[in-house]
């Protein structure tokens, strides 16, 4: 398990108020948990897809309590720790409905990778385009953006500089689309217009993998060329 912890500092000049992300390299899938803060002690959780007590440990060791768990999309490597949080924490879970059936459906998924997922968690509120959530001094300024194809119900969190994407988009590549529900055409129009259209410097946090920007994946991402899909 790698922990990487970036420091306020660095990434303020991005953000322009203090904020403190961690991120966890999480399951057999190498998932990407990221647990932001903003300046208080609630933390939103992004896809604890795995290794729960790692995960709990990291909060606890912190002081925080857990405002939101958000999954940006239900596969089995993203949502795989959310019961364990929920059992261990207050908070609320979201996810886009268009996953539900996806979750429901969690032991199948997780069969077809050889893998036994966690249990199915609930869901307190669905969540959707255009949606703003607070958190702390980001009253207000965390974004939910629509961005299917990976998954019908795949969402991203835009919020202080910085994209949580799932796996809609990795520094030199895109998600995969022969999963069930997945359309390759419905993803590349998500990254056009939903993603590219953010500012270059952005900072793009993927599901898996590493840290990119929006204007590196602009012009250097080989599956987003112009004249491409
Ligand atoms: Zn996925
Ligand atoms: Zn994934």
């Known amino acids: ?19 403190k992300l961690t991120s966890l390299v999480v399951g057999p899938l190498l998932t990407n948990c990221y647990i932001l ?9 992004i896809d604890p897809g795995g290794d729960a007590e790692a995960i709990i440990e990291s909060l606890r060791r912190s002081g925080l309590q857990v405002r939101y768990i958000l999954a940006t999309h239900a596969h089995f490597d993203h949502v795989g720790a959310i019961k364990a949080l929920q059992d261990a924490f207050e908070g609320e879970t979201l996810l886009h409905r268009a996953d539900l059936p996806l979750l429901e459906n969690l032991v199948a998924q997780g069969a077809s990778f050889g893998i036994r997922p966690g249990p199915v968690p609930r ?22 953006i629509h961005t299917p194809g990976h998954s019908p119900g795949g969402i991203s969190f835009v919020a202080l500089g910085m994209a949580f994407v799932g796996d809609t988009l990795f520094a030199g590549s895109i998600g995969r689309t022969d999963l069930p529900g997945g359309c390759h055409q419905v993803l590349l129009d998500s990254i056009r217009r939903k993603l590219l259209s953010l500012e270059d410097r952005v900072l793009v946090f993927p599901g898996h993998g590493e840290v990119t920007t929006i204007g590196q994946e602009r012009k250097t991402n080989p599956f987003l060329r112009e004249g491409d899909g």
């Open 1 to 19: 398990m790698i922990e990487k912890v970036f420091p306020s500092g660095d990434l303020l000049q991005l953000a322009g108020e203090g904020f």
């Open 37 to 45: 803060t903003c300046g208080d002690h609630e933390a939103l959780v």
């Open 123 to 144: 869901v307190d509120r669905f969540v959707e385009e255009g949606e703003l959530l607070s958190l702390g001094r980001a009253n207000d300024r965390i974004q939910v």
